[in-house]
T-cell receptor, first 114, second 108 residues
Framework: DAGVTQSPTHLIKTRGQQVTLRCSPK?????VSWYQQALGQGPQFIFQ???????QRGNFPDRFSGHQFPNYSSELNVNALLLGDSALYLC?????????????FGSGTRLTVV | GIQVEQSPPDLILQEGANSTLRCNFSDSVNNLQWFHQNPWGQLINLFYIPSGTKQNGRLSATTVATERYSLLYISSSQTTDSGVYFC??????????FGKGTMLLVSP
């Protein structure tokens, strides 16, 4: 049973560019959440998708956008990259409004903006 | 939003020692998870424990929901236990909120 898979594992982009990160949820999960983890910090919630709609959003600018597909997979897009966007981006899958199932995290995408 | 505080922030142990990590939270929760983040960044789920006590090998966890804290016990620590331990909670139908983590270093 595959867990959460993320791609790519590492990425280097130039300031001002755009980036797309991808996530496939664990089998049986229908909800995808994205987190940003800066060096030395805990993960910070970006947004959550269910039924192809953004359901919740953290304190992140509109440069961060996402999408969920009918097969529950998801993309995170970041436009006009800043040096401060360099971080580990984690995807978590879960079952919508079923906290007793918990969250499962992928291995993350490490984004470096130069 | 809900606040999560973890202590201690850093911990250095000799192999074989025992340790206790603490997580305090500011509101009632319906989900509490302990994670271990390995050096490659992956968050490994250790326990889903909104209340009660669970054990898995050398690790065990206890959450006292009425007093809003959780404890993670590591017994007979090994070098492979090194890494960052996170407590994360969910209140209502929100999302996971993480503490700042406890960085554990186990030396041989």
């Amino acid at each position: 049973d595959a867990g959460v898979t993320q791609s790519p594992t590492h990425l280097i982009k130039t300031r001002g560019q755009q980036v797309t990160l991808r996530c496939s949820p664990k089998s049986g999960h229908d909800t995808v959440s994205w987190y940003q983890q800066a060096l030395g910090q805990g993960p910070q919630f970006i947004f959550q998708y269910y039924e192809e709609e953004e359901r919740q959003r953290g304190n992140f600018p509109d440069r961060f956008s996402g999408h969920q597909f009918p097969n529950y997979s998801s993309e995170l897009n970041v436009n006009a990259l800043l040096l401060g966007d360099s971080a580990l981006y984690l995807c978590a899958s879960s079952r919508y409004r079923s906290p007793n199932y918990g969250y499962t995290f992928g291995s993350g995408t490490r984004l470096t903006v130069v | 939003g809900i606040q999560v505080e973890q202590s201690p922030p850093d911990l250095i142990l000799q192999e074989g020692a025992n340790s206790t990590l603490r997580c305090n939270f500011s509101d009632s929760v319906n989900n509490l998870q302990w994670f271990h983040q390995n050096p490659w960044g992956q968050l490994i789920n250790l326990f889903y424990i909104p209340s009660g006590t669970k054990q898995n090998g050398r690790l065990s966890a206890t959450t006292v929901a009425t007093e809003r804290y959780s404890l993670l016990y590591i017994s007979s620590s090994q070098t492979t236990d090194s890494g960052v331990y996170f407590c994360a909670v969910e209140s209502g139908y929100s999302t996971l909120t993480f503490g700042k983590g406890t960085m554990l270093l186990v030396s041989p």
